[in-house]
């Protein structure tokens, strides 16, 4: 399995514009959650997917922020319009969680940059 | 809110030297993970605990779970430079199906 796939690896864009992240999660898994980390405040749990149903939206920052997951091999982040401080990197992970098995598998994330 | 806290927040030592990092919450969690994240890449995880009192050895890693699933550590015996990386905990609590991170180490091995 290729792992957990993000892109694009870096995006640029100007203020207002709209962005969007792109997750294709390990087959197989039932759980996908987005994060967002940055210096200051590590790395943030943004909401997190159960079979393709969003369950807790809780951290996500505002209603410029919205994720969907339309089917088990596919997620997207979208925000718009976009800010300077939703500059961060954006990892996506996939799971199966139960006993030992528990583990996030991350993909290598999206660095984005608003100016 | 930042459920698990991690210390110290950086770290930087000798190749050779012992070290220890912490994470704790006033959460208790049913299973706890420490992952490694280098430069450019996403998180991988090193270790996973479930039992409270829990020890698990990765060679020169010793992992330690608490006895009331609420806090853990991560020692390096003789630390090399390719330990270098950003060190995170992770919980999944008892209610609820999320990995919950803490705000990292950030570990420099000098050679």
């Known amino acids: 399995d290729a792992g957990v796939i993000q892109s694009p690896r870096h995006e640029v864009t100007e203020m207002g514009q709209e962005v969007t992240l792109r997750c294709k999660p390990i087959?197989?898994?039932?759980?996908l959650f987005w994060y967002r980390q940055t210096m200051m405040r590590g790395l943030e749990l943004l909401i997190y997917f159960n079979n393709n149903v969003p369950i807790d939206d809780s951290g996500m920052p505002e209603d410029r922020f919205s994720a969907k997951m339309p089917n088990a091999s596919f997620s997207t982040l979208k925000i718009q319009p976009s800010e300077p401080r939703d500059s961060a990197v954006y990892f996506c992970?996939?799971?199966?969680?139960?006993?030992?098995?528990?583990?996030?598998?991350f993909g290598q994330g999206t660095r984005l940059t608003v100016v | 809110t930042q459920l698990l806290e991690q210390s110290p927040q950086f770290l930087s030592i000798q190749e050779g030297e012992n070290l220890t990092v912490y994470c704790n919450s006033s959460s208790v969690f049913s299973s706890l993970q420490w992952y490694r994240q280098e430069p450019g890449e996403g998180p991988v995880l090193l270790v996973t605990?479930?039992?409270?009192?829990e020890v698990k050895k990765l060679k020169r890693l010793t992992f330690q779970f608490g006895d009331a699933r609420k806090d853990s550590s991560l020692h390096i015996t003789a630390a090399q430079p390719g330990d270098t990386g950003l060190y995170l905990c992770?919980?999944?609590?008892?209610?609820?199906?999320?990995?919950?991170f803490g705000t990292g180490t950030s570990l420099t091995v000098i050679p």
């Open positions: 992770a919980g999944v609590p008892n209610t609820g199906n999320q990995f919950y």
């Open positions: 605990v479930v039992t409270g009192g």
């Open positions: 087959s197989g898994h039932d759980y």
């Open positions: 992970a996939s799971s199966l969680i139960g006993g030992t098995a528990t583990e996030a598998f």
